[in-house]
């Protein structure tokens, strides 16, 4: 199956689809606000140390709050909880533009950003469960993953390039005015979308169970699932250095100013999106390990070569 056959396919789903471009609107905001929050430390004469903190500090939310969120995902209506995160995180952003505008203590602005940290810890676990019920068969749930990720990339190259615009004309607020509009964007599409029925547990069968029977299937799980989990670490502990990375290459190595750092995450963005496509074909095969060894592979050649 070929790259533009595995995404018509899923852009045929119209709820899907509409999810799809919901968040690709919504993920534009995000990586702009992003470049915008780290250039807004920066310029308050933060070291490289104290951007590198300030990039993990918003990191630290994910941590504590995943497994709370992983629950509410399981018992709660998964749309609700992306609507009720959107709207959350929609608020946040013009708070935060007005603190960028009246030039308030970065302290309060990174607190203001870790608050929204706290609510996109619910967002993740909450549209990677959504996504399943939305498709026709187990088919099509890796083209649908492939699908996001290329749009997600795809993203990453139009906001940081929004973000160099802003940063020409020195229009940081906007900034975080354009990701708030981006929210209320991805609301009214999660407002619209149906309603997944939900999977009642058969809590009766698997309490009769044998115990050894569970612990077996606990076991089977568990190594696949660890595996993922430092592989997710990983891929978070890359991302945000090189969201840090970028700003000071950008202003003390290249010398060619702040708005060269939504250029060199535009770049960034570009290489995820042909990776992306690359690897949607790839996700109908049944073993996928090969396809993985790949990309991590090309993933540390590139940055040592950086």
Not at 64 to 73: D, E, F, M, Q
Not at 180 to 186: K, N, T
Request: aromatic share 8%.
């Amino acid at each position: 199956m070929g790259s533009f056959a595995t995404y018509r396919k899923v852009f045929a789903n119209r709820a899907l689809a509409r999810l799809m471009i919901g968040e690709f609107v919504s993920s534009i905001g995000d990586w702009l606000y992003l470049v915008a929050l780290l250039v807004y430390v920066y310029r308050t004469g933060a070291s490289p140390l104290v951007l590198g903190v300030v990039g993990a500090a918003r990191i630290v939310p994910y941590i504590l709050l995943s497994v709370p969120a992983g629950i509410a995902a399981d018992r709660f209506d998964r749309r609700l909880i992306l609507l009720v995160t959107d709207i959350a995180r929609g608020v946040i952003m013009l708070v935060l533009a007005y603190l960028v505008w009246v030039e308030a203590p970065v302290v309060t602005v990174v607190a203001m950003s870790i608050v929204a940290t706290c609510f996109s810890a619910f967002f993740s676990p909450a549209i990677g469960s959504l996504i399943p019920s939305l498709v026709a068969d187990e088919r099509e749930l890796g083209p649908a993953n492939a699908t996001w990720a290329s749009l997600d990339n795809l993203a990453f190259i139009i906001g940081p390039a929004v973000a160099a615009l802003l940063l020409s004309f020195g229009s940081l607020p906007i900034a975080f005015i354009l990701n708030a509009v981006s929210f209320s964007v991805i609301a009214g599409v999660l407002w619209r979308l149906p309603v997944p029925p939900r999977i009642r547990a058969q809590t009766s069968s698997s309490s009769e169970a044998p115990q050894g029977e569970i612990k077996t299937a606990v076991r089977g799980v568990a190594r696949p699932l660890s595996g993922l989990a430092i592989i997710n670490l990983v891929d978070g502990f890359v991302s945000g250095g090189l969201a840090v990375l970028t700003v000071v290459i950008a202003v003390e190595v290249l010398g060619t100013g702040e708005a060269s750092t939504g250029w060199l995450n535009a770049a960034i963005g570009l290489g995820g999106l042909l990776g992306a496509i690359v690897a949607g074909p790839l996700t109908v095969r049944r073993n996928l390990l090969l396809p993985m060894l790949a990309g991590g592979i090309t993933l540390g050649v590139g940055l040592i070569l950086i």
